[in-house]
Structures are given as structure tokens and as C-alpha cells.
């Protein structure tokens, strides 16, 4: 056997652990959020839940390898180093892809990417025969490629996107019309039976979809739950309503129950059936390799592959030790939650995605859908239904994204639809159908108003074109890696996996600089008590201004330099500066709530210091992005006499900016008339500035237009930051001097 199989065979199972990593951040949201958003326990807790499920998920599971053995294509037409290109190409390309995805912070399907992952590797491989044997040509393709399972996927995709949010709009507009906000009245009349419904769901859900390759589970049993669906539902509800009764009566919080049952069963499900998605191309080119060294040849065809293969127990204890490990340190699935949670979320403060052109005429078309509609509403019964959805007052309000009825109503719709969908023998994407029910329910729950509607449809939208970009992309990324296996030999293999370990690496690896602002930077989301949050926000005041003094003398000296690396590191490190100070700006209805109540000066003074520190950020990126897209055009750099007057100023800024960060630090503000001085001096030094660019103009007409712009350009925008710096400080220490007096 040629050493390059067995390397390739190692390669796979690095890559597999890779891809249970990956996949694991991609996909927690299918089975933590709700818990998450509702806040129904510690995040341990609901942690600890979700890893019980996904250990007996992964462990009474098959796997249904025979889905990446021979699900998109058919084996017996392919040779045994043909097969193990296919494998490699495919799994290359999809850990590189959802790695992307995770980045990004966008949830897509591993199922989808795994499936036109084999698909696009499928393809290469068949062209590559195709072109190597005369006997076969492009119309022979369909002798390779299963492409009617693909049909049914991407079918499949478009039906449970629509569904999920239809089912997850009604089913909580039904909720919210007989609970309201202040739900607790009804519940105690109707809860049981409500949240009955739900846990039957649940039930089904896990014991039929989650365990239902176990064995567990008698296959006449099986068989008779398929044929008898509603039935099963009925008596499923019949039972859960009479125990959750008689629960409630003594005091149990049964939703409480509900969620994390929930959360149990579609994290057994998400492990259970998808874990092929992450270890079952490794393990068929394992067992490929075993078919080949039993059969004593390199050139036999890979029928073998077409029979069901089960997984050892060791491998898929492994396997759950990796995704329990990787639920709990995993930083890139916390980003991906905050995807969706941003989204759902009921709170209006700070929005992740911007506006767009279809996002609002979308909603201006709803607003209008919506008064005709209402005018067809008799007023006293729009009055009533208004009445349902008016949401708590601002003091009576949890930090959670959401309340429990609507964590209840996303577990139950998703378990549901895709119990039903399984009874049907439809392909669901897990992660399609939780992220639309989510998506349907904030929706019908008036979660987006007037001010995020626009926001928050740009980004459902942005989520679901990506979503179909992972097919293409999957696809079209497996197919020319796997396109350079077959033609590169062991040199391609060599070189794609030191590419795509140095990619994951860097994608993974944080600067100094990261792990220094990581470290300094108190989240207010930790923070509890108002003094907790004061410090918390002076310290991302310091840290900030520490990080803008940093970027700023950077890209002078590298204008001066002409570097376009350290102008384009600037540059996004400086957008990021930017993208933390503005949320933090319309994010500060949320943190004036949690300081002291009826301070108003103290609140008064926070409010200024949060805009001058967004006024600070905006003007440092007019600084970057000119001074990066000018040298990346190439233009011709700045002259010597313009160096030596920004090197002027930009000592003086950098006194100013020491000066400032030690104030800040030492919450010492005796020096703050002495900061006034030395911005009064920088000003004259700027005007000088201008004055000799001026002459210069006047003396040498010939010279750079570009190159003068960009000079005045640093001027004015150094002059605006400092300013607003200045009104920084002094906003800074009068907000410590109220606050310090309460």
C-alpha cells in the first residue's frame, strides 16, 4: 500500500476533528439559543443539558455513514485513489468553508455543505475519467453522479425555509394572543396543556428523529409511530399535559422544563444524525482503505463502499468528547449565537447589519399591507389584539433577548416541522428550519419595530443568501481542489494541506495587540451592579483612546513609508474601533438602565462621553481609509517637506494622546488645562501646516494633486479628532466626579 494513502487517511482524521470543531460552532445555535435567549438557566447549566444530549446522540448513533459512502454518487465507478482524492478534495474544501461561515458569524447547514462538497468532488473526479478513458463522454455523467438526491436537497432547502417561517410566525402570534407579555395569569390556567403540546413535540422529536438509528427503539414500534404520526402526537400530548399539571400544581416552573427538554432533545438529534456530516468522509476513506489493502490492489473499483457501514464505539466517544469540549471553549460558536440572538432579540438598542435598498422597500410595503389591513380590523378588536402584544415597561424588563413563551414556541415549532419532515422521508436542514422558526417568531412577537425592522431584515437576508452560497461555494471549492489532487499527486496534496492548516491557523490566531484589548476590555454584559457597569465603561474608554493613539502614529509612519500592508492592518483595525464605539452608542439606552436609577448627570455625562468617543473613532478611519486607498492605488507618496511637517504634528498629537490616556488611567484630571494648552499649540502647529502646503502649491503647480489632498485630508481630520479628545476628557472626568459624589 503507497504511503501516500495512509498519509492521506491521517490527513482525514486531523481534518475530521477539524471539521467536529467547526461544524460543533456552526451548529450550536440549533440547540442553545433558545435556552440562551431565554435566559432560563446559567449558560453551564444549559451547557452541561445540551452536552448530555449530544454524548448519547453521538453514542447511540450510526451515523448513517452510507450517506457519505454513497449518497450524491456512486462508488463502484471509481477506483480506490480516484475515491481517496474525492474524500480529501471534499474535505479540505468544506472545513476551509465553514470555517468562513463561522468568521463571518453567519450560520449555514453542514449538511448541505458536506452534500455538494461530494458533489463537487464527484464531478471533478468523473471529469478526470471522463477525460483520461475515450470510452466515456459528458453525457456518461449520470453514470457517476447521483444528481436526483441533489434535486431533492435543494428542494428540500426552499420548502423548510418557507415553512419555518410560517409555522414560527403562527404558532407565536397564536401564543402571545392567549398568554400577552404578562403571561402568568393565563399560564396557570392553560399551561400545562400549552406547554403539553410542546414537550409531546419534543418528545417525538428526540425519541424518533434523534434515536431513530440507535436501535433502541424496536423497528415494529417504528413502523407503527411512522404510519400512526397524529396519533402518537395526540397520546404524546395527552400524557405530558397531565404530568406537567400536576407538576405545576406543586410549584415547578414547567416551562422552565419545556426549554430545557428542548434543548436536550435537538441537541440528541443534532448529534445523532449529523454527525456524519463531520467524521463520515474520514471514516469512508478508512474503510476504503481497508477494502483496498484486503483486496491487495490500488486499481480496484470501490463497490464495497455501496454497502451500510456502522461506526466503532471508541470513534464515536471520541467524537463526543470533541463536540462537548469544543460546546464549551469554542469563542467562533458564541459569535455564530449572536447572529440569531441579535436578530430575535426584543430589544431594539444596537443592530449588527445595515440598511439596504430591498430591506426598505420591504418594509415600506409592509407598513403599508399593514394599515390597509387594519382598516379592514373593527377598531375595538384591534384595540383588543394590541393589548396582547404590548410589551413590558422598561422596569419590568429581564435582560434576556426574549421571554420563555416565545424559547417554548421556537423548540416546539422546529421539533415539530422536523418530526414532520422526517415521517415524510424530507431531507431537512436543521439549522434552516431553528433559524427561520426564530426568525418567524420575533417577527410575529413585535420584535421588529419601526427603528430594526430594516436592519434586521438585511440580515435574515444576508443569512439566507448565504446560505444558498454554501452550496455553490461548497460545490465549486471541492471541486478544484479536488481537480488539483488528481492532478497534482502527492505534490497537491502536500501543498493544499499546508495551505489550508496555515489558513485555519491565522483565521484562529490573534495578534498582540487582540489578546492586550481582549484582556483590558471589561464586557458590560458581565458587569451586574451599576458600579460594575461605571467601571466597566470607563475602562472601554481607556482601552479605546489607548487603541487610537496606537493606529494613528501607525499610519503616519506608514504613509511615510508607503507600506500597504500596515495601511490596510490599520484600516480594519480602525473600521472594528469604529464598529465597537457605535454600538456602543446605540446600545446606550440598555447601559443607562443599568447605572444608578434617577441619576441623571451621571447619565447625562455618560451619553456625552459615548458620542465624543464615536466622534474620536470616525474621524481616525477618515484618516485610514485615504491614506490605505491611496497608496494601494499606487499614487505617488507624500513630498519630504510634508513628512517633516506631519512628523511635527504627529509628535504633538502623541504627547497629547500620552497625556490624555494617563488622565484616564490615573483618574487624575489636574493636568486637563495643561492638555488645553498643548492642543491650542498643536492647532497653530496645523495651521502652519496648511500654510506652507499652501505656499507649496503656489510655488510648484506641478505637483501631486492626490498627495496634497491626502495631507490636508490628516490635518483636518487630526484637528477633529483631538478636539473631540479634549471634550473627551473633560466629559470623562466630570462623569467620574458625579458618579463618585452618589
Known amino acids: 500500500m503507497s504511503p501516500l494513502f495512509i498519509a492521506i487517511v491521517v490527513i482525514m482524521a486531523v481534518l475530521a476533528i477539524l471539521g467536529i470543531v467547526v461544524g460543533v460552532a456552526n451548529d450550536a445555535i440549533n440547540f442553545l439559543n433558545s435556552a440562551i435567549g431565554s435566559k432560563v438557566a446559567p449558560r453551564r447549566v444549559i451547557l452541561w443539558i445540551a452536552a448530555a444530549g449530544i454524548l448519547i446522540g453521538t453514542l447511540t448513533s450510526s451515523g448513517m455513514m452510507e450517506v457519505a459512502r454513497s449518497g450524491v454518487f456512486y462508488p463502484g465507478q471509481f477506483s480506490f485513489s480516484e475515491i481517496m482524492m474525492l474524500f480529501l478534495g471534499m474535505m479540505l474544501g468544506n472545513v476551509l468553508l465553514l470555517d468562513l461561515y463561522n468568521t463571518l458569524g453567519l450560520p449555514t447547514s453542514t449538511t448541505v455543505s458536506m452534500v455538494f462538497g461530494l458533489l463537487g468532488a464527484a464531478v471533478a473526479t468523473a471529469l478526470f475519467r471522463i477525460a483520461a478513458d475515450p470510452s466515456f463522454s459528458l453525457h456518461d455523467l449520470s453514470q457517476f453522479i447521483n444528481t436526483g438526491k441533489a434535486m431533492v436537497i435543494i428542494a428540500a432547502i426552499l420548502v423548510s425555509v418557507v415553512f419555518a417561517f410560517a409555522a414560527g410566525t403562527l404558532f407565536m402570534y397564536i401564543s402571545r394572543l392567549i398568554f400577552s407579555f404578562r403571561y402568568h395569569p393565563a399560564f396557570r390556567r392553560w399551561g400545562a396543556f400549552w406547554c403539553g403540546i410542546s414537550l409531546s413535540g419534543i418528545l417525538y422529536f428526540a425519541l424518533f428523529k434523534g434515536l431513530k438509528s440507535s436501535g433502541l427503539i424496536p423497528s415494529d414500534i417504528t413502523q407503527y409511530v411512522g404510519e400512526h404520526v397524529l396519533l402518537t402526537l395526540f397520546a404524546f400530548w395527552a400524557a405530558a399535559s397531565l404530568i406537567l399539571w400536576i407538576l405545576q400544581r406543586m410549584r415547578f416552573n414547567i416551562m422552565r422544563i419545556t426549554i430545557l427538554s428542548g434543548t436536550f432533545a435537538l441537541a440528541l438529534a443534532f448529534a445523532g444524525n449529523d454527525l456524519v456530516n463531520f467524521i463520515g468522509v474520514p471514516m469512508a476513506s478508512y474503510d476504503a482503505l481497508q477494502i483496498a489493502r484486503d483486496a491487495g490492489s490500488e486499481s480496484i473499483m470501490m463497490d464495497g463502499l455501496a454497502h451500510p457501514a456502522r461506526a466503532n464505539f471508541l470513534i464515536l466517544l471520541a467524537s463526543g468528547l470533541i463536540m462537548v469540549l469544543t460546546l464549551f471553549f469554542s469563542k467562533k460558536s458564541r459569535h455564530v449565537a449572536e447572529t440569531e440572538l441579535s436578530l430575535a432579540s426584543q430589544h431594539e438598542e444596537s443592530e449588527r447589519f445595515g440598511s439596504t435598498y430591498v430591506s426598505r422597500s420591504l418594509v415600506r410595503a409592509t407598513l403599508l399591507l399593514n394599515n390597509l389591513w387594519s382598516g379592514m380590523i373593527p377598531a375595538r378588536v384591534q384595540k383588543a389584539i394590541d393589548r396582547r402584544f404590548e410589551p413590558l415597561p422598561a422596569e419590568e424588563r429581564t435582560t434576556a433577548q426574549y421571554d420563555m413563551i416565545r424559547a417554548v414556541v421556537n423548540l416546539t415549532a422546529a421539533s415539530i416541522l422536523i418530526a414532520i419532515g422526517t415521517s415524510y422521508k424530507l431531507p431537512l436542514s436543521t439549522t434552516y428550519v431553528v433559524f427561520m422558526v426564530a426568525m418567524g417568531s420575533s417577527l410575529a412577537d413585535r420584535s421588529w419595530g419601526r427603528d430594526s425592522a430594516v436592519y434586521r431584515i438585511t440580515g435574515v437576508m444576508a443569512v439566507i443568501s448565504g446560505w444558498f452560497i454554501t452550496a455553490l461555494g461548497g460545490f465549486l471549492i471541492a471541486l478544484a481542489t479536488t481537480a488539483l489532487l488528481l492532478w497534482g499527486g502527492w505534490i497537491a496534496v502536500a501543498a493544499l494541506t499546508v495551505l489550508c492548516a496555515w489558513l485555519l491557523v491565522r483565521s484562529h490566531r490573534k495578534t498582540p495587540e487582540e489578546k492586550e484589548a481582549e484582556a483590558a476590555r471589561q464586557p458590560l454584559d458581565d458587569a451586574g451592579t451599576p458600579d460594575e457597569v461605571m467601571h466597566a465603561c470607563i475602562g472601554e474608554v481607556c482601552t479605546t483612546m489607548q487603541e487610537v493613539t496606537r493606529i494613528y502614529n501607525r499610519t503616519l509612519v506608514a504613509v511615510f513609508k508607503e507600506n500597504r500592508k500596515v495601511l490596510k492592518e490599520m484600516v480594519q483595525t480602525s473600521d472594528k474601533l469604529f464598529t465597537e464605539a457605535r454600538d456602543r452608542k446605540y446600545g446606550i439606552v440598555t447601559t443607562l438602565r443599568r447605572l444608578q436609577e434617577c441619576d441623571i448627570n451621571t447619565g447625562h455625562f455618560y451619553v456625552q462621553v459615548t458620542d465624543y468617543l464615536s466622534e474620536v473613532t470616525k474621524a481616525l478611519i477618515h484618516i485610514t481609509r485615504p491614506a490605505f486607498e491611496h497608496i494601494d492605488n499606487n499614487h505617488k507618496g507624500l513630498s519630504k ?55 507649496r502649491i503656489h510655488e510648484d503647480p506641478s505637483g501631486s494633486t492626490r498627495a496634497s489632498v491626502l495631507y490636508l485630508t490628516i490635518l483636518n481630520e487630526t484637528k477633529t479628532m483631538v478636539l473631540q479628545a479634549r471634550n473627551l476628557l473633560k466629559s470623562q472626568r466630570y462623569f467620574l466626579d458625579v458618579a463618585g459624589q452618589k
Open 641 to 695: 517637506e510634508q513628512i517633516v511637517d506631519l512628523m511635527r504634528v504627529n509628535d504633538e498629537v502623541e504627547a497629547i494622546f500620552d497625556k490624555i490616556n494617563d488622565m484616564l488611567s490615573s483618574e487624575n484630571f489636574a493636568d486637563l488645562d495643561l492638555v488645553l494648552e498643548m492642543r491650542d499649540r498643536l492647532f497653530d502647529t496645523i495651521v502652519g501646516a496648511i500654510k506652507n502646503q499652501l505656499r
